[in-house]
Nanobody, 117 residues
Framework: QVQLVESGGGLVQAGGSLRLSCAASGSIFSIRDMDWYRQAPGKQRELVAGITATGSTNYADSVKGRFTISRDNAKNTVYLQMNSLKCEDTAVYYC???????????WGRGTQVTVSS
């Protein structure tokens, strides 16, 4: 069993920065692909950024150039550095560990990010 715990959310003014962390613990026997998702009230959950076990990254067009996903495998931690934040970035941000063949996917409980104008 794997547990994912997000931290670093909070209130920030537009144009500001925030760094989210996702700490993984439990029965981790391999380095897996990880993602950050977000969901605003009344809206669909969307993929924000992803990082593979080998370090390849991808970003939603809406955050490209502003957000950076990274990982520290020694610490079993994934980060999301968010710069130039906009009001539209306001959402609950979730950490996600992708499933492997005949395995399970895992989700954190989320951390709130609120960007004020």
């Amino acid at each position: 069993q794997v547990q994912l715990v997000e931290s670093g959310g909070g209130l920030v003014q537009a144009g500001g920065s925030l760094r989210l962390s996702c700490a993984a613990s439990g029965s981790i026997f391999s380095i897996r692909d990880m993602d950050w998702y977000r969901q605003a009230p009344g809206k669909q959950r969307e993929l924000v950024a992803g990082i593979t076990a080998t370090g390849s990254t991808n970003y939603a067009d809406s955050v490209k150039g502003r957000f950076t996903i990274s990982r520290d495998n020694a610490k079993n931690t994934v980060y999301l550095q968010m710069n130039s934040l906009k009001c539209e970035d306001t959402a609950v941000y979730y950490c996600h560990m992708r499933a492997i063949f005949r395995g399970n996917e895992y989700w954190g409980r989320g951390t709130q990010v609120t960007v004020s104008s």
